[in-house]
C-alpha cells in the first residue's frame, strides 16, 4: 500500500506552546483514525505552521479529513487562523529511516 502525506500550514491566532499543548487532544483523535501512522507539528521560520500527517493510503487520509469536522470544537482548532489554513495530500514515493 502506497503511503501518503497530509500537508496542512496555517498560522495561530494563539501562543504556539499553548497551541502544541492543546494539540495533545488533535493527535489522541488522530491515533484513533483508520491508517494513521504519524504526525510532526513544526514551527516554520516565518512563523507559521506545518502539520504533517503520514497515512497508510491515500484513501485513508482523505477519510479522516472527510470526519474533520468531529474536531472542530477543540480548543486547538479554534487557535487556529482559518484564513490562513491550506491542505493537501501527496503520494509518497520513496522514504528512508
Known amino acids: 500500500m502506497t503511503q501518503s502525506l497530509e500537508i496542512a500550514t496555517f498560522n495561530l491566532t494563539a501562543d504556539a506552546q499553548d497551541f502544541a499543548v492543546a494539540n495533545t487532544e488533535v493527535t489522541a483523535w488522530l491515533s484513533r483514525q483508520p491508517g494513521f501512522k504519524s504526525r510532526l507539528l513544526a514551527r516554520k ?13 491515500h484513501e485513508a487520509a482523505t477519510a479522516a479529513a472527510a ?12 487557535m487556529m487562523d482559518p484564513a490562513t489554513v491550506t491542505m493537501s495530500h501527496a503520494t ?6
Do not use: F, T
Not at 521560520?45 to 493510503?57: A, E, K, N, P, R
Not at 509518497?92 to 529511516?97: C, E, K, R, T
Open 45 to 57: 521560520d516565518d512563523g507559521s505552521h506545518l502539520d504533517l500527517i503520514v497515512w497508510d493510503s
Open 67 to 78: 470526519r474533520i469536522g468531529e474536531i472542530m470544537g477543540l480548543r486547538a482548532m479554534s
Open 92 to 97: 509518497v514515493l520513496a522514504s528512508a529511516g
